[in-house]
């Protein structure tokens, strides 16, 4: 069954029960928990207020969680950053678990200069996938892979690249990532659905404009393109709605965010419905 969610950092500046109150005030049922949401991240990872934020508004039926990436590179030149992100890999995949969470997305990584990634940086990532892996099999959360958007230093930003990994690594699954794929072109997403869909267990869902990326959805013609060819490959997991209040160019208070993921949310449904 489809769940319509929002990423957590849509409300960066909320408590946990405020996040999971007005997704529910959206009349959405899920929730895309980034670990980096500063009132858990700043706080010593409190899981116990998540956990009882989910329980208050059973309405939330469907939760998935982010792993760490701002300040992290899996793939780096620095074997100390290197370590410690891919320790954060693990780490989330635990909490995830501890937190009822179906789907754990893990950002692939990058080589540190804006050069085209080469042996040692594909050395790096193995092992990352590698680490991943073995934790992945103790657990029975989804681990699901992110495209990126177009960079020459990106190690997964086409849909040939997410699908020679996937065949290489037949546990792990695959997030799509619209906003990331419209940066190159609308049929770039719609080739990620066609080669990878088979693998799909979550779905960031945005547009892009201008350059500028993960705005709301905005009834745009694009996504709803997109949202039908998703629901033609019968496709029934998460789609969760991330969204950059930067774009909005003006602080954006609650009550105004929750009127953007309604009509969102009404917009998705109606795309997603026979």
Not at 125 to 148: K, P, W
Request: glycine share 6%.
């Amino acid at each position: 069954m489809t769940a319509y969610g929002v990423s957590s950092m849509f409300f960066h500046e909320y408590t946990s029960e405020e996040i999971f109150s007005f997704a529910a005030k959206s009349g959405l049922d899920g929730v895309e928990y980034w670990l980096e949401t500063p009132h858990f991240w700043l706080r010593d990872l409190p899981a116990a207020e998540v956990i009882a934020a989910k329980e208050a508004h059973p309405g939330i039926h469907t939760l998935t969680v982010h792993t760490p990436v701002l300040d992290l590179n899996p793939c780096s030149i620095n074997p100390d950053v290197a370590d410690v992100s891919v320790a954060w890999a693990v780490r989330s995949l635990e909490m995830a678990q501890a937190l009822g969470a179906t789907v754990l997305t893990v950002h692939p990584g990058r080589r540190t200069a804006k050069r085209p990634p080469g042996e040692a940086d594909f050395a790096r990532f193995d092992h990352y996938i590698g680490t991943l892996r073995e934790a992945a099999l103790r657990d029975s959360v989804t681990v699901a892979i992110e495209n990126m958007e177009p960079a020459v230093n990106t190690l997964i930003c086409t849909p040939e690249r997410m699908r020679e990994v996937l065949d290489r690594e037949p546990w792990l699954k695959f997030t799509l990532d619209t906003s990331h794929a419209l940066a190159a072109t609308e049929e770039t997403v719609m080739e990620y659905i066609d080669l990878c869909g088979d693998r799909l267990a979550n779905v960031h869902i945005s547009r892009a404009e201008n350059g500028r990326l993960h705005y709301p959805l905005d009834n745009s013609p694009v996504i709803g393109r997109i949202l039908e060819t998703l629901r033609d490959h019968r496709y029934s997991g998460g789609l969760m709605l991330e969204i950059d209040d930067l774009n909005f160019g003006h602080p954006v208070s609650a009550s105004e965010k929750i009127a953007v993921l309604s009509r969102d949310n009404a917009f998705m449904r109606a795309c997603m419905a026979p």
